[in-house]
T-cell receptor, first 113, second 112 residues
Framework: DTGVSQDPRHKITKRGQNVTFRCDPISEHNRLYWYRQTLGQGPEFLTY????????KSRLLSDRFSAERPKGSFSTLEIQRTEQGDSAMYLCASSRGGPGELFFGEGSRLTVL | DAKTTQPPSMDCAEGRAANLPCNHSTISGNEYVYWYRQIHSQGPQYIIHGLKNNETNEMASLIITEDRKSSTLILPHATLRDTAVYYCIVRPFTGANSKLTFGKGITLSVRP
C-alpha cells in the first residue's frame, strides 16, 4: 500500500495559463475523488469517478475544469485559463467503495499569480 | 452543505483526554458518522467511523448517543502531534453517492 500519490506538489503559474494535476490512487481502489481546499476552509468536493466513469460533478467544477480517469487507474485534473481564484490546494482521494474510508493524498498546491 | 455542527476550536493539555463534540441532529438511518483530521499542509487522515455502536481503534474512541443525534471523538492521551483540524462527517453507506462533505471542523490545540 503505497498511498495516494499526487503530482506536482506545488505549482505556480500565471493567470491565463493551463495547469494539469495527476493523481495515482491506491491500486485496486475503484473510486477516486477530487477536492479543492482554500485557506481556513474544509475540503470542497469537485468530482468523483467509479472506475473510468465520472459519476458526479460539483457546480464548483466550472467549464474551465475537466477531469479524466482513463482506464480507471490514474486521474488528471486540468484547469484551463487559470484565474487567481483558482489558487487552492487540490486534493485527491481513493476508496474501495461502500462505507470504507477515503484515503487522501498530500495535495497539489496551486498558486495563480 | 455539511450536516454536522462543531465548535470552532478547543484545547487540552498534553497527556489528557481530548473530547471533541459533534452534533448531527438530522442524521438519517443509513448514514455513518466519520471523523477525519488534517494536520497543517497535509491531506485529511481517516480516524474512525461508526453507525450506532461505540467504536474504538488504535487512534481514538467514538461515542455515539443512543438517538444518534450527536457524537464525541475521544483521544485518550493527547500529544502535541494531535494538534490539527478535526472534521465530523455524516455519510450514507448505501447508494452511489459516497462522497464526504466537509464542514469547517474543530481546531484542536494541544498545549504542553
Amino acid at each position: 500500500d503505497t498511498g495516494v500519490s499526487q503530482d506536482p506538489r506545488h505549482k505556480i503559474t500565471k493567470r491565463g495559463q493551463n495547469v494539469t494535476f495527476r493523481c495515482d490512487p491506491i491500486s485496486e481502489h475503484n473510486r477516486l475523488y477530487w477536492y479543492r481546499q482554500t485557506l481556513g476552509q474544509g475540503p470542497e468536493f469537485l468530482t468523483y469517478f467509479q472506475n473510468e466513469a465520472q459519476l458526479e460533478k460539483s457546480r464548483l467544477l466550472s467549464d474551465r475544469f475537466s477531469a479524466e480517469r482513463p482506464k480507471g487507474s490514474f486521474s488528471t485534473l486540468e484547469i484551463q485559463r487559470t484565474e487567481q481564484g483558482d489558487s487552492a490546494m487540490y486534493l485527491c482521494a481513493s476508496s474501495r467503495g461502500g462505507p470504507g474510508e477515503l484515503f487522501f493524498g498530500e495535495g497539489s498546491r496551486l498558486t495563480v499569480l | 452543505d455539511a450536516k454536522t455542527t462543531q465548535p470552532p476550536s478547543m484545547d487540552c493539555a498534553e497527556g489528557r483526554a481530548a473530547n471533541l463534540p459533534c452534533n448531527h441532529s438530522t442524521i438519517s438511518g443509513n448514514e455513518y458518522v466519520y471523523w477525519y483530521r488534517q494536520i497543517h499542509s497535509q491531506g485529511p487522515q481517516y480516524i474512525i467511523h461508526g453507525l450506532k455502536n461505540n467504536e474504538t481503534n488504535e487512534m481514538a474512541s467514538l461515542i455515539i448517543t443512543e438517538d444518534r443525534k450527536s457524537s464525541t471523538l475521544i483521544l485518550p492521551h493527547a500529544t502535541l502531534r494531535d494538534t490539527a483540524v478535526y472534521y465530523c462527517i455524516v455519510r450514507p453507506f448505501t447508494g452511489a453517492n459516497s462522497k464526504l462533505t466537509f464542514g469547517k471542523g474543530i481546531t484542536l490545540s494541544v498545549r504542553p
